[in-house]
């Protein structure tokens, strides 16, 4: 089992910043992969940046490019994203995932989520 609790959320003006972090713990012999999705309200679940292993790849939703920065520190298991000139539309409840290997297999966990509301 892997638990994944997220912080950094709360409520920004538009062009202001925030700093997402979210550590993960328990029984694992590997995070292949964290990252972050954001979900609106009446809306899926959408991807909005991921990075592999230690960092050798990222993914960005085209949305955030040049915005958002994911980083991960692989001694503490966390995974960041440091999100700046922040708009309207990032207002959402962002997860955390880990692709994670136990001793059963390779997992996708989730974080609870923190609510991110950018007003202008």
């Known amino acids: 089992q892997v638990h994944l609790v997220e912080s950094g959320g709360g409520l920004v003006q538009v062009g202001g910043s925030l700093r997402l972090s979210c550590p993960a713990s328990?029984?694992?012999?590997?995070?292949?992969?964290m990252g972050w999705y954001r979900q609106r309200p009446g809306t899926r679940r959408d991807l909005v940046a991921e990075i592999i292993r230690d960092g050798s790849a990222t993914n960005y939703a085209d949305s955030v490019k040049g915005r958002f920065t994911i980083s991960r520190d692989t001694a503490k298991n966390t995974v960041y994203l440091q999100k700046n000139s922040l708009k309207p539309e990032d207002t959402g409840v962002y997860y955390c995932y880990a692709r994670a290997r136990t001793g059963v297999g390779e997992y996708y966990y989730w974080g609870q989520g923190t609510q991110v509301t950018v007003s202008s």
């Open positions: 328990g029984a694992f012999y590997s995070i292949n992969a």
